[in-house]
């Protein structure tokens, strides 16, 4: 009998160690009486409870960040492991179809609602992921999701995601939302990097042209201000001349006006001695004048 003794006494006591457990410094416990949560955040520490299988202690690693990938093969998958398609070609808002491999890094922000929320809280993130994914790359067109908005897309997606996980209570935060890696299908590849290699070609020549435009702009807008500034200077020129010409206009025409006869012939000789001016010229002067330098006058009396 005395075995047996020892035996009970044994159980009673392994029966009540139960009541005893402990949280480390990065877990947070959850206790459940009955399948009832009654403490939802137990913090590090020894504690005690009713022994089992009246209390029963889940442990999380709540501090913990933990990874979620969409199409992409994480630490600790199976070796081999390959995405399915279904997973990762979505239909971008032209009617393409395009790859999208995602990484989401989050953290159990309510251990009641990620244990208790739903059967298996990581296939529901996984399947709000997806679905904030389609959401955000279906009112894009491919170009864009390919080559020009990935930060974008990361942004809108974790702002999708983080709301779903809130309307579906799954009990974690999202930290980030990261694409590692967007291509087209393997069929229409080729085709792709066509029209990567056009647009890369266009932009090339676009710039060449740019360059070549502030190469010659500068030259020609130089080239016009010497001409301006040439036209300038002609223009003042020939309005100098045209006063300076006016301006003798004026003085012959006053000294006309108080002696005609004489500043007539004073015109005519002038303009003789120029016409002739290498020519010997001999002027009768029947008034008795006196003939200017360079004339001799005959038949004076």
Known sequence: MKPLRW????????????????ITTDEQGVLSRFGRVVDDRVPPGIHVKLPWPYDVVTRLKARETKRLGLGVALAGQVTGWTPSPAEVELLS?????????LVV?????????????SVAPEDLLKAAAKNALLEVVGRMPVEEVLYEKRVEIQQRVQE???KLAG????GVSINSVNIQRVYPPPEVAAAFNDVVSA?????????EAHGYANDLIPKAQ???YRVERLAEAYRQEKIEVANGAAQRVREVFAKYQTAPADSRNRLYLETLEQCLSKARKVIVDTSGGQAPAGVSLIGSQ
């Open 7 to 22: 035996i009970l006494a044994l159980a009673v006591i392994g029966w009540l160690a139960t009541s005893v457990f402990m």
């Open 93 to 101: 808002g032209d009617k393409n179809i395009v790859n999208v491999e």
């Open 105 to 117: 890094q989050y953290n159990i922000a309510e251990p009641r609602d990620y244990l208790f929320g």
């Open 160 to 162: 999708r995601l983080a």
């Open 167 to 170: 309307d579906y209570c799954a």
């Open 199 to 207: 647009k890369a070609d266009r932009f090339r020549l676009s710039e």
């Open 222 to 224: 130089g080239e016009a």
